[in-house]
């Protein structure tokens, strides 16, 4: 008994210090499968010998020798990796989950299908993967020539380290650092106790498939456990797939069967598709090189039916709703449907452009078998498409756009339709809310967007990454309203970049589980920094950096100079978790790879989370790991993103408190990637990789399921207030959420209820977008832009009289704030009031102004402003036929007329009501390319007086143009072949000038009006350096700002703006001339009055110009100041008392000479020393073709007498200089000039 205490201590010492034991430690945490041989050795054994067996959970010996089997494994010999060019489809199919990032096509409008795509991109849950772990396209550190301490007391040097064996090489090499244990880390014994945390591990080789280089791998069904794996040996020489293998698990990945057999042994299999609506159909392409055929299965690949096809199909398009719905798209540009998943097929239409077809989508078209098509017609043109699947004959397609649309713009996603038009240099954007008919997007008027991609539709509303006029690497982020007319700003530089196809990727993120709340990577002076925001972009904050780095040491960053910045992209590896994540189910927690400093870096990059939503921040590792959410997002898993082989993996269950280490192979693996099936029930997780480029695939299955203890009950929950740095109105409503308390090892039940309570909040500012049209102050409150007049927006009257004026706020979507009592931001209803209509505009429903004949021409009439329901139409087609409307509500599909001779029409749209009338003309070509055309003129001309008008046209053409002149109401037009004209207006008033180019089958047209009178007063404007920043150089901006301009000088000098014309001159530096024109009152009675008075009123201008006050704000502390521009010329009198005498004598030898001078010239004919020979000419009028008849007598002139372009703007400089205006000549040859001043 003396020796009982003796023998219990010394056992109790053996049990406490046995796990320390480095080599009991790495055995005790995985088992693996029955013929543990396999593992080791590189000439594996027949796969019969093991397909059947499962995993045994047998031990791994002591005294196997790693430093052995390492050896072995590094004298492997490498190969070299694939290219990445020409791969990009192998490379990602889809996968059951959209990843978060944003990504674009870099054609036109493009918009990523998050649902459903014509890419096998994220189609059917399945993934290509290479024999090279997937490395995303940053310049990344990484660890290539150090020892990998990770092997524990195993590690070797020298391993195989082949950087170029990765789907993106990483350059640069990373720091290493030896891997540290946390508390509860070490390694558990090889027979855990129930409570303790484990991990199950097995692993099969998938034997004969050494040499295959690429992989498909899908985990089939909800809760299933059938896994498929395609591996093929793609030939990179003859761009081929040469050899594949089918393999086919029943228990989670444990044991794999080879189905070569059944589906031929001879045929070599290069996709795998899954339908999304039902995971156990399965479709296989063969290879087309050596046969055409679809291989079907409907029980999870258990069998196999093959069905030949005679054309190449390239990819496949599921229906989101019908499982055995299919479009095809074939190699030759076609379109194939099958209605019964692959047996037969039928072609739907040719010419069809490449991921520019879509299925219908359920609700919104009105047959689920509708497909939406863009075809290809000419260069750089395409026809919107919709007809029905299994019949889309001639007949029963139907055209919804009206007219031709740019190539590779058609994007049909939820409930909008996105297309667009490029005409006269400048492409409009247009789109189609819940199947409407198709309207302009409405972007700020002076953005004038270079290009633009849809990122999003979720919630009703589009986000837009617009590239504007002025940018060159950045694109601006906008909004839109629910119908996606009308967007704002919300920030401007986002950060892009290209990917390895060539697709825009914006650094753009949507948060999951919290709505509102978005991530984006912004230029700010020269830097990228990463911002915040929780009101869906309404305000923009840096994120705070954490108070620590991972091992505790300060890192003192202090906002604004110094915070931190997270990697936005979008993995193009499926089975990779990306930079950035989070997840629905977890709502709070974000989990990110970034850096802390003042911009975003490539370099010395850490993983970094977040638990409450942004507000604050933890480091968890300073190298790059893949993250992924386990147990419905109660757990995280981490893997090291490197490009050397790895046999451990890290865990938490405390939101990255704390991470515990677990060993998954006994050998270091290069892991290629992680499959795991998202949102089961299941707790397992497929490792694939190889241990060399010779060796055959690996397999890991890992269960975790010995993680957690127990189901979690109600005591394991806790809640979370979400707020914004304090704030606790998120979104207008106070938000508690629930969530597992960190450390508990219960499992998460997949239904359990994430929000706890929600409560609204009183609305207020920053519940409220700016309306279109509106920008937000530095105060917070929203004013017009200078460009928009609040006033003059087109009001939509209902037979109630009345309508909801916008008071320039709008609700942010989805925002649930409450309004209470009276609301200053809402829009107010207001009464109609019966208004003459004004406004009214008439087009072509292509927008074109030629047609050929017999063609079906859709007119198109819009009013801006008036009563609409008691204003009626009438179009007069200008060949004898006219058509009245009662309103104008009947003409929203466009009026439609066939023209059956050739000719040019005057086509003339009138609009009446009791209050007045408006009209609007057009004159249309039915027969020429012009891109665009600038009528040069004055805007005041003198009666009586000819006055030069000009046409410009870009670009410049060679061959001979027409010039068709039309003034006022004339009948006939001025036909000449010289892009000049001369003009005599004896009409006062406003007199319109239209001028049409024809070149070929373009008509292009540019209007002026002109307002002649008797006499008048004009002063030459110079502006503020600052506005030629913000001068885009385009008439519309030259009418605003000469708009603005006028009503500055009205409201100093009390005259009226009637009496005022601001004419703005193109080019830089911006000038502009004043015109002041006679009063009309007075004008008839006393006309030396008038003249006097507009003398006294230019001084008025003349000293308010020099003074300084005429002023205006171009936008938020900005402001214009208008100055005169003057000439100082040399005094004729020299004001020095000493020369004054020899000035006067000056003075009257010049007046002598001048009286001479008038006196030789007046008497000249009667002095008979002087011989002048002169002629009388009899100038003659322009030669007139008319279009219409020749019955009007009109006298002519010969066009070889006209002066030709160039000369007319020497006349017009050479008699600008001599007018006493100090512009200088560098200014003047860019303009345009009025050809008188003051009269």
């Known amino acids: 008994m003396a020796l009982w205490p003796f023998w219990s201590f010394f056992l109790l010492s053996c049990v406490l210090l046995y796990p320390f034991h480095p080599e009991f430690g790495v055995q005790s945490e995985i088992t693996f499968s029955r013929s543990i041989n396999r593992f080791y050795r590189l000439d594996a054994a027949p796969l019969g010998a093991n397909v059947a067996g499962k995993s045994s959970g047998i031990t791994v010996a002591l005294n196997v020798n790693d430093n052995e089997v390492l050896n072995r494994l590094e004298m492997e010999e490498t190969v070299t990796s694939k290219p990445s060019s020409g791969q990009q489809e192998d490379k990602t199919l889809s996968r059951n989950e959209t990843p978060a990032g944003i990504r674009a096509n870099s054609n ?94 097995s692993t099969f080789a998938l034997s004969g498939d050494s040499a295959h280089n690429q992989a498909m791998v899908h985990w089939s069904g909800h809760n299933s456990s059938v896994i498929l794996i395609l591996t093929k040996l793609y030939d990179f020489n ?106 037969k097929w039928q072609l739907v239409h040719d010419s069809v452009m490449p991921g520019r077809f879509y299925w219908a989508v ?274 995280l898993l981490g893997v090291l993103h490197a490009a050397t082989p790895i046999r451990h993996l890290w865990i938490s269950l405390d939101e990255g408190k704390k991470w515990d280490r677990h060993s998954f192979s006994l050998a270091p693996l290069y892991v290629d990637g992680v499959l795991m099936e998202p949102e089961s029930d299941n707790h397992i997780i497929t490792f694939f990789g190889h241990f060399s480029h010779r060796s055959e695939w690996q397999l890991i299955k890992i269960d975790y399921t010995g993680l957690f203890s127990r189901r979690c009950m109600d005591g394991d929950y806790q809640t979370w207030l979400l707020h914004n740095k304090g704030e606790l109105c998120v979104m207008g409503e106070k938000q508690v959420y629930m969530k597992r308390r960190p450390g508990n090892r219960c499992m998460l039940a997949q239904d359990y209820s994430r929000i706890y309570s929600s409560e609204p909040c009183l609305c207020t500012a920053y519940d409220f977008e700016c309306d279109y049209g509106w920008e937000r102050q530095t105060d917070g409150k929203c004013s017009p832009a200078f460009w928009f007049n609040p006033n003059g927006a087109a009001k939509s009257c209902s037979s109630s009289q009345s309508f909801l004026n916008s008071t320039g706020y709008r609700k942010v979507l989805s925002n649930n704030c409450k309004e209470r009592g009276r609301n200053f931001f809402s829009p107010k209803r207001v009464a109609c009031h019966p208004r003459a209509p004004r406004g009214l505009q008439l087009t072509t429903g292509n927008g074109e102004l030629s047609a050929t004949v017999q063609s079906n021409v859709t007119f198109m009439i819009r009013l801006d402003y008036g009563d609409s329901p008691s204003t009626s139409i009438q179009l007069d087609f200008g060949d004898g036929i006219k058509i009245t409307y009662s309103n104008l509500s009947r003409t929203d599909d466009g009026i439609k007329h066939i023209y059956r001779m050739t000719g040019i029409y005057r086509v003339t749209a009138s609009a009446e009501n009791n209050q007045g009338s408006d009209s609007s003309t057009l004159f249309l070509h039915i027969t020429s390319p012009v891109e665009r055309v600038y009528l040069s003129a004055p805007i005041v001309a003198v009666s009586g007086k000819a006055a030069n008008l000009t046409a410009v046209v870009w670009p410049s053409h060679t061959r001979t ?185 000056m003075l009257l030898s010049v007046v002598f000479v001048g009286l001479a001078a008038f006196f030789i010239y007046k008497f000249k004919r009667k002095i008979p020393w002087i011989h002048v020979q002169t002629e009388d000419r009899h100038e003659k009028d322009p030669e007139v073709m008319s279009t219409v008849g020749q019955n009007d007598a009109m006298s002519k002139v010969k066009l070889s007498e006209f002066p030709s372009q160039k000369e007319f703007m020497e006349k017009e400089l050479e008699g600008r200089s001599r007018g006493g205006f100090g512009r200088n000549m560098e200014r003047i040859v860019t303009r345009e000039f009025p050809n008188c001043t003051n009269v």
């Open 238 to 343: 003859l761009a081929a797939v040469t050899e594949s293998s089918l393999w086919r698990s029943t228990d989670y990945g444990s044991t794999y069967a080879k189905l070569n057999d059944k589906v031929g042994s001879r045929t070599v299999l290069s996709y795998l598709y899954v339908c999304p609506t039902n995971k156990q159909k399965i479709m296989m392409l063969s290879d087309p090189e050596v046969e055409s055929a679809v291989l079907i299965s409907s029980d999870e690949g258990a069998s196999f039916e093959k069905y030949p096809i005679n054309f190449n199909i390239l990819s496949l398009l599921f229906h989101p709703a019908q499982e055995n719905w299919i479009l095809a798209y074939s190699h030759d540009n076609k379109l194939y449907s099958s209605m019964d998943f692959g047996r």
């Open 362 to 635: 359920m609700g919104l078209d009105r047959e689920s078998d509708v497909v939406h098509i863009e075809t290809h017609i000419a260069k750089g043109r395409a026809q919107y498409v919709k007809c029905r699947a299994h019949r889309c004959t001639d007949g029963n397609r139907q055209y919804i756009f009206p007219g031709h649309v740019d190539t590779n713009s058609l994007v049909v996603q939820d409930e909008y339709v996105f297309t667009q038009v490029t005409k006269s240099g400048r492409t409009s954007y247009f789109v189609s809310y819940m199947r409407e008919p198709f309207r302009q997007m409405e972007l700020p008027k002076y953005c004038l967007p270079k290009d633009m991609h849809i990122i999003s539709t979720d919630e009703k509303q589009v986000f837009a990454a617009v590239q504007e006029w002025n940018q060159n690497n950045t694109y601006s982020l906008y909004i839109s309203d629910s119908p996606g007319v009308y967007f704002i700003l919300s920030l401007e530089n986002l950060r892009t970049s290209r990917g390895s196809a060539g697709n825009l990727l914006v650094d753009f993120y949507k948060v999951e589980g919290i709505n509102g709340m978005y991530l984006a990577n912004k230029l700010v002076d020269g830097h990228i920094k990463t911002f915040i925001t929780y009101n869906k972009g309404q305000t923009w904050a840096l994120l705070p950096a954490p108070a620590t780095d991972v091992v505790g040491n300060n890192l003192h960053c202090i906002l604004p100079f110094c915070s931190l910045h997270l990697h936005l992209e979008m993995s193009e590896n499926p089975y990779t978790s990306g930079p950035i994540t989070s997840k629905k189910s977890v709502p709070g927690i974000i989990v990110g790879t970034g850096n802390i400093g003042i911009e975003l870096s490539s370099s010395n990059l850490g993983m970094f989370i977040t638990s409450d939503a942004g507000n604050s921040w933890r480091q968890i590792f300073d190298e790059e790991y893949n993250i992924w959410f386990l147990d419905n997002g109660g757990a």
């Open 961 to 1145: 143009l027409t010039f068709f002149w039309w003034f006022d109401n004339s009948s006939e037009p001025i036909i000449t072949l010289e892009g000049s004209i001369s003009h005599m207006f004896h009409r006062e008033g406003k007199n319109k000038v239209t001028v049409q180019v024809a070149c070929g089958s373009i008509v292009m047209q540019d209007s002026k009006v002109i307002t002649v009178k008797e006499f008048f007063r004009s002063l030459l404007l110079s502006f503020s350096p600052t506005l030629d920043e913000h001068n885009p150089d385009i008439p519309e901006w030259r009418e605003d700002i000469g708009r603005v301009v006028r009503t500055a000088l009205s409201k100093v000098s009390d005259v009226p703006e009637d009496q005022l014309m601001v004419s703005m001159y193109p080019g830089l530096p911006t000038t502009a001339e004043l015109f002041i024109l006679p009063d009309e009152r007075t004008l008839s009675e006393h006309k030396k009055n008038s003249e006097e008075a507009l003398d006294t009123i230019s001084d008025i201008f003349a000293n308010a110009l020099n003074q300084g006050r005429i002023q205006f704000e171009l936008k938020a502390n900005t402001r214009i100041i208008v100055y005169m521009t003057q000439q100082t010329l040399a005094p004729l009198v020299d004001s020095n008392t000493i020369h004054s005498g020899s000035a006067m004598l």
């Open 108 to 201: 036109d409008v493009k918009i990523p299908h998050k649902k459903y795509e014509n890419t096998e991109e994220e189609r059917d849950g399945t993934g290509l993967m290479s024999k090279r772990l997937s490395v995303r396209g940053k310049k990344v550190k990484r660890s290539v020539g150090a020892s990998y301490k990770e092997n524990g007391d195993r590690s070797t040097s020298g391993e195989a380290q082949s950087p170029e064996r990765f789907v993106d090489t990483a350059q640069g090499v990373s720091k290493s650092r030896p891997e540290y244990r946390r508390p509860g880390e070490e390694a558990r014994g090889s027979n855990p106790r129930q409570s303790e945390p484990h991990l199950d591990t």
